[in-house]
């Protein structure tokens, strides 16, 4: 038995377990360790008794303690309840004290409340009366000991009593905003800087509590002093540990002259301590030694710097001892710091995750109502069609056999005789409009003694029942659409709820690499940016002086950065000016392999100032370019209304990156929807995606769209009604790889249908186009334009005419590659 359990106790898994056992324990304790803390310091007011005691006890000047009212004030407005702790923990503070002023704590307390009763009915903004009840209390108490005392006041005992409560009032107003700094269990916000010096005030002053109290030549203030120093510029830095060496160096010395000198140690070594950051708890120790030995040495001597250094070696031993847990904690609050970046990160992350939620949900929402907005699937076609002959028989028999007297004889002797007769009829009367088929009809006589009665109301119950079918037709075709628009809403919310949580990835190291090379090419860069490194979607800014607008960062740096990442990058914005030094902003990103090049003429009919046709060339942000032309019915001021605002709905839409299918359909509905009058126009689009060159060809009532691919022209072809002519319509669409070099023609029907004595138009436009070379597309536009109307006899111009002409291109820098002066090598992308 015994060797079995020394076997078992030495299984991996025995060990593992006792090992959880004992981090479960481990952590259990910790966890009421901190809760045991929590509840003494903040819930009992451990923490206020700890400061109303050693602020009791602080003094300046030798007799001046302006720190007891302004602690009780704060404390009083801020947590009331803990109000008597403060009080009765200051009292204590001054008996335990060497400055024999309990006396003046006692009557200024006094004082104080009586004050605070009384102008509490009076005033209701308390916090702005604050300093000033202080500074009356401070004051009231100080003169009325000094009279008591001598009977009289002197010049020397005003002035010192107007300092005390100068400096009490001043410190009620910083201690309103440092207190709830060190009571509150958890700070939900990052700290000002002024925060942070009040805080600091509030931290020296409760060190002044200090003075006198030593152990071996080494004085608790400085030990203290020097500690506090050390967690401050290890936090923030050279600014942050310089100004607590000043400020706890000046209450030190104020409380003491023997201290007059910490002042300039400290703030001495809260800058190279701060510089020294860098190294961490070590780096910021040995700034300490450093400041120590130098100023020790120039202030103290030989005979006193031994204890001096003993006192700075006690500080870093404590700030060795102190968690690099609450260091971090610390700095999360501090400006400028790593820890505080992280946190703001965090923070911004946290909000950018919310609002992604709430468009999640919304797209979600959308979603849903797209479902609902769905017709059911349809039923079983034969089932359908015997429900709907039931429907269109009883509503007949409704009106003919329902007050015939042979009714029982007909529909429950011969039910099934009935029923298929009048079936045959309603078959019949239905491609017929009649009953052509004489034995139906001769049958159908012998059986109905009301016979043409039945068949007029069969006939008249079909013109109803085609009305009915239309409508159902139009409420299913109105539900589909209004489903597609809500789904491809949702869609295009849930894409930008994507892009809400996209995050900058992490570039330190390109960053660098990037900011060490173009400065090393001689270019003065502020700072850099890198937002993705991805194959066709880099995305770079950085900050540079301003160039008097001679394009540096297009011509250099915009080469120099093609070079680096082996892809073409182009300058995409730059704003001249944008920082307050005045350096500029500058946004580099991934060329498109594609550009268009784009050419348009146009006429009105007659050679008038408006015209029908109206046409939009736009590259939309998901990096597509879109061309389009619309020709509204007729011609003149009203067509070219209808026309425009076909093109403006249709570009809102796409913009917004609602799918082009979703978005022509829409901008159907609402010409369809918008009037009565029969006012059409059409829509010819292209859309081009500018990385593949792949074309999708949509035609709405428009004629065809030629490509001139070298000797060869193309035709693109689609059979659609224009649009506004009916809510709901089919679209098709014709898809084209490009080349480059491809030429598109687009035209309206004033081109197409111009040269009257021409039969075969088709042919005659590709031969046109086809004889067309070397040219631009403005010029190829303006060629064809005027072909047209010089191949009409008489130069007439009978119809609105526009043509856009677009030539896909390679897209190649501007400025060529600029390779950098020493080799090196190109960024590392992520994949």
């Keep these: 038995m015994l060797k079995k359990a020394v076997k078992l106790w030495s299984e991996p898994v025995w060990i593992a377990k006792v090992g959880q056992v004992y981090q479960g324990t481990t952590d259990s304790m910790k966890r009421q360790a901190i809760n045991w803390f929590d509840t003494a310091f903040y819930k009992w007011g451990l923490l206020i008794a700890i400061m109303g005691f050693l602020l009791g006890r602080a003094v300046i000047l030798t007799e001046l303690t302006p720190f007891v009212l302004p602690l009780l004030a704060a404390v009083y407005l801020l947590k009331r309840d803990k109000a008597a702790i403060a009080a009765f923990s200051l009292l204590g503070g001054a008996i335990f004290s060497y400055h024999g002023q309990v006396g003046f704590v006692i009557t200024a307390i006094i004082a104080y409340i009586l004050l605070q009763k009384a102008v509490a009915r009076f005033v209701s903004d308390q916090t702005s009366a604050l300093p000033y009840l202080v500074f009356s209390a401070s004051l009231l108490s100080r003169l009325g000991l000094v009279f008591i005392g001598t009977g009289t006041i002197s010049g020397y005992a005003l002035m010192m009593a107007a300092v005390e409560s100068g400096l009490s009032f001043i410190l009620t107003m910083i201690f309103l905003q440092s207190v709830p700094l060190l009571t509150a269990k958890r700070i939900q916000r990052p700290l000002k800087n002024e925060e942070i010096i009040c805080l600091i005030i509030l931290l020296a002053s409760v060190m002044t509590g200090t003075v006198g109290w030593a152990w071996n030549d080494m004085t608790v203030e400085h030990v203290m002093a020097r500690y506090l120093l050390l967690i401050f510029g290890l936090v923030g830095g050279a600014a942050i540990g310089s100004t607590v060496g000043v400020v706890t160096g000046l209450i030190l010395s104020l409380a003491s002259l023997a201290n007059l000198y910490q002042m300039s140690l400290l703030a001495f070594s809260g800058l190279l301590g701060g510089l020294l950051k860098e190294g961490k708890k070590v780096g910021v120790a040995v700034g300490l030694l450093v400041g120590t030995l130098l100023i020790g040495m120039y202030g103290e001597g030989g005979p006193g710097i031994a204890a001096t250094l003993l006192e700075t070696f006690a500080a870093i031993l404590l700030f060795f001892l102190t968690p690099n847990r609450l260091i971090h904690k610390i700095s999360r609050y501090i400006p400028g710091t790593v820890e505080y970046a992280n946190e703001q990160q965090q923070y911004l992350k946290k909000i950018r995750d919310v609002t992604a939620g709430r468009v999640e949900q919304f797209s979600t929402l959308f979603q849903t109502l797209s479902k609902s907005f769905q017709m059911p699937p349809p039923t079983d076609d034969q089932e359908r069609g015997e429900k709907e002959v039931d429907y269109f028989l009883s509503n007949v028999t409704e009106k003919t056999c329902q007050t015939c007297f042979k009714k029982e004889k007909c529909w429950v002797q011969n039910f099934s005789k009935t029923y298929e007769t009048m079936n045959k009829i309603m078959t019949e009367t239905e491609k017929n409009g009649e009953v052509k088929d004489q034995i139906l009809q ?78 090393g090419a001689g270019i003065e860069v502020g700072h850099i940016d890198i937002y993705s490194l991805r194959a066709g979607q880099a995305e770079i800014e950085l900050s540079v002086p301003f160039d008097g607008g001679q394009g540096i960062g297009e011509k250099v740096i915009a080469p120099m950065l093609s070079s680096l990442l082996n892809e073409t990058i182009v300058l995409q914005k730059e704003e001249a000016g944008f920082y307050s030094n005045g350096h500029s902003h500058m ?28 046409y939009s060339t736009l590259e939309l942000g998901s990096g597509q370019f879109a061309l389009a032309i619309s020709d509204g019915m007729g011609n003149g001021e009203r067509a070219h209304l209808e026309s425009t605002e076909t093109l403006k709905l249709l570009q809102k839409v796409l913009e917004s990156g609602i799918e082009e299918m979703v978005a022509i359909k829409s901008v159907n509905s609402v010409l369809s929807l918008r009037t009565t009058d029969e006012i059409f126009s059409t829509l010819d689009l292209a859309m081009i995606d500018l990385q593949t ?49 491809d030429v598109i023609i687009m035209v309206s029907d004033g081109i197409f249908d111009s040269p009257s004595h021409v039969e075969n138009k088709d042919q005659w436009m590709k031969r046109m186009i086809g004889e067309l070379e070397g040219a631009d597309p403005q010029e190829m536009a303006d060629m064809i334009l005027e072909r047209v109307i010089r191949s009409d006899s008489g130069y007439q111009i009978e119809d609105d005419m526009t043509v856009i002409v677009a030539e896909v291109k390679r897209n190649t820098p501007k400025w060529a590659s600029i390779p950098l002066y020493r080799p090196s090598p190109p960024l590392k992308k992520r994949a």
């Design 693 to 741: 060159a792949k074309a999708k060809f949509l035609k709405i009532g428009s004629i065809p769209t030629f490509i001139k691919r070298r000797d060869k022209v193309l035709q693109i072809d689609a059979s659609n009604l224009p649009m506004g002519m009916f809510q709901d319509f089919d679209v098709d669409v014709v898809s084209e790889q490009l080349k480059a070099g």
């Design 442 to 519: 001769m049958e159908w006589n012998k059986h109905c003694i009301r016979p043409e009665k039945v068949v007029q109301a069969i006939v008249t119950e079909h013109s109803h029942y085609q009305v009915n079918q239309m409508l159902r037709k139009q409420v299913s075709e109105s539900r589909k659409l209004v489903a597609d628009q809500l789904l491809g809403v949702s869609q295009v919310m849930g894409d930008f709820a994507k892009e809400i949580q996209k995050e900058k990835e992490a570039h330190y190291q390109q960053e660098e690499e990037l900011l060490e090379m173009l400065r």
């Design 587 to 614: 946004t580099f990103a991934s060329a498109r392999q594609f550009v268009v090049e784009t050419g348009v003429a146009n006429v009105a009919k007659g050679g008038a100032w408006i015209s029908g046709d109206s």
